[in-house]
């Protein structure tokens, strides 16, 4: 992840996944003001106690909500703060944080309040506001449209009022420990994705600085004598081969995650952060 100053102005364009998840949760609103509102929390918000029998709840509960105001402020922070995310990371990035926020409320929720149904995206909601922050921490957040306050220290105040909230026995019909877990969820992720982008980075780095080394290697064979050896080209060969496999494993990453890598491939970035680290 990169840090700085942004360069932008709240209003931008809808991007398209915060687009499809206003449309889908104002559309699920209005069935339940029509009167199909009991039959939605029944079926579609995560209850720990169901949830073998209606697993989906866990994903479900995100587009539901219990009142207007409940979905008038979640979706608010979506559109204020979605669309700088998802133009920063793309879409399948975006989407794919949303969720994992939302399901880390599920997972906070089940291990300490076990017995409460809950709904609503605010735990992804919360999450896109810690990755904001994250992203651009002293971007000003006019509060009452008024006030302005840096991201940095409003998610703050949000972090530790969800804490306090949640292990302070707060009530209310509020599911606490919900957005607490989208925060925690989210803050793992992003910290866990920046360190893997780092380390991958490096690892590119080595391997271009490694190739540098082999092709003067190469020349100053050719250029100083005719009785250059042939295991020691050979040597050459093999690790030239070894850092393009490198290269396409590393771009197999940047496409479709560290999941997508086989045993084998997994096996050839180890020994080449090994060899990196014992040069």
Not at 16 to 44: D, Q, Y
Request: proline letters at 4%; hydrophobic letters at 50%; charged letters at 20%.
């Amino acid at each position: 992840m990169s840090y700085g100053a942004p360069r932008f102005a709240f209003g931008l364009p809808l991007t398209p996944w915060v687009k499809r998840l206003l449309i889908a949760n104002t559309a699920v609103f209005l069935l339940s003001v029509m009167g199909l509102g009991r039959f939605l929390v029944e079926w579609f918000a995560f209850t720990p106690s169901q949830f073998l029998i209606r697993p989906w709840g866990a994903v479900t509960y995100m587009f539901v909500h219990g009142d207007f105001w409940h979905l008038f402020v979640n979706m608010l922070v979506l559109f204020f703060f979605g669309p700088p995310l998802e133009g920063k990371w793309g879409s399948r990035e975006f989407i794919k944080y949303f969720v994992i926020c939302g399901l880390g409320g599920v997972a906070l929720s089940f291990i300490f309040a076990p017995g409460s149904s809950i709904i609503g995206a605010s735990a992804a909601t919360y999450g896109l506001m810690l990755a904001f922050a994250l992203n651009w921490p002293d971007s000003p957040i006019y509060i009452w449209g008024i006030f302005p306050v840096k991201a940095k220290w409003l998610v703050t105040f949000f972090f530790i009022m969800a804490f306090l909230s949640a292990f302070g026995g707060a009530g209310g019909g509020i599911a606490h420990f919900a957005h607490l877990g989208g925060l925690l969820t989210g803050l793992i992720y992003l910290k866990s994705d920046w360190r893997l982008a780092q380390k991958l980075d490096r690892l590119r780095e080595a391997a271009r600085v490694r190739r540098f080394a082999i092709v003067s290697r190469e020349n100053g064979e050719e250029e100083g004598s005719d009785d250059a050896s042939g295991p020691s080209r050979r040597s050459l060969r093999k690790e030239e081969a070894l850092l393009d496999e490198v290269d396409r494993i590393l771009d197999k990453i940047s496409e479709r995650g560290m999941a997508s890598l086989t045993d084998e491939e997994r096996r050839v970035l180890d020994e080449v952060s090994k060899q990196r680290r014992s040069n």
